[in-house]
C-alpha cells in the first residue's frame, strides 16, 4: 500500500538513497538539488512503500505567486519522483491517485493543485493523467528543457 507523510529529518538519510534516471535529471533535478529547497512554503513529502521510500515530491504553497497560469488557492506540485529502480511498475500512477484524496484533506482551504510537465516526458504525463490530472489545453513555454503541458486537478 502506497502511504504519502510530509518528510522529516529521521527520512533524511533514505531520501538520498533516491534517484532518477541521468536523462531525467533535466526534468526534477538532482536529490540533492531538490533537497536544497526547503523553505516553510515548499512542503516536503515521502511516498512510501512497505515500510521503504520509494518517492518524493514537493508540495508549493507559493507557487501561484510564481506562475501567472496557476489560479487564486491554487497548490504547485513539483520535483514529483519515483526512485528510478521502482519505475514502470505502476507505483507512480498509485501515488497521484493517492495524492488527490490526501490533499483534499491535509489542505481543505485550497481549490486545486496545478503542475507542468516537459513534453518530452511521456511518462510522467502518462502517469498525471491516469492519476486523475486534466490536461488543461495551454502550455508554458518558459520551461528549461522545453515546452511543458500544464495539468490541473480539482481539490473540492
Ligand atoms: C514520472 C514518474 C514519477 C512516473 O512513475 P512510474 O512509477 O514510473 O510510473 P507508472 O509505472 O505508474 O506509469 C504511469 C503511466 O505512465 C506510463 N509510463 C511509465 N513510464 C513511461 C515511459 N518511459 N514512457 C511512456 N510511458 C510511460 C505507464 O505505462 C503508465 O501509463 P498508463 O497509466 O496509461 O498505463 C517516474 O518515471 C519518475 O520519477 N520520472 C523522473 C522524474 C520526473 O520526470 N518527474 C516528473 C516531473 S514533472
Redesign the pocket.
Known amino acids: 500500500m502506497i502511504i504519502i507523510r510530509r518528510m522529516t529529518e529521521n527520512d533524511l538519510t533514505e531520501v538520498k538513497t533516491l534517484s ?2 541521468e536523462n ?1 535529471i533535466k ?2 533535478g538532482t536529490t540533492e538539488e531538490i533537497l536544497q529547497q526547503s523553505s516553510d512554503t515548499n512542503h516536503f513529502y515521502v511516498i512510501q512503500k512497505n515500510n521503504s521510500i520509494i ?1 518524493f515530491f514537493i508540495i508549493d504553497t507559493t507557487y501561484n505567486k510564481k506562475y501567472s497560469f496557476a489560479q487564486e488557492a491554487e497548490l504547485g506540485l ?7 529502480n ?10 497521484v491517485m493517492a495524492l488527490i484524496p490526501y490533499l483534499k484533506s491535509a489542505y481543505k482551504e485550497w481549490k486545486s493543485i496545478v ?4 513534453c518530452k ?11 486523475g490530472f486534466i490536461d488543461i489545453g495551454d502550455r508554458y513555454l518558459e520551461g528549461p528543457a522545453g515546452p511543458q503541458y500544464i495539468m490541473r486537478s480539482s481539490l473540492k
Do not use: H, M, P, W
Request: charged share 20%; with cysteine.
Open positions: 532518477v534516471e531525467q526534468y526534477v518517492g513539483r520535483a514529483f519522483l519515483i526512485d528510478k521502482l519505475q514502470g511498475k505502476g507505483l507512480g500512477k498509485q501515488a503542475l507542468t510537465v516537459n516526458n511521456s511518462g510522467a504525463y502518462r502517469c498525471y493523467l491516469s492519476g
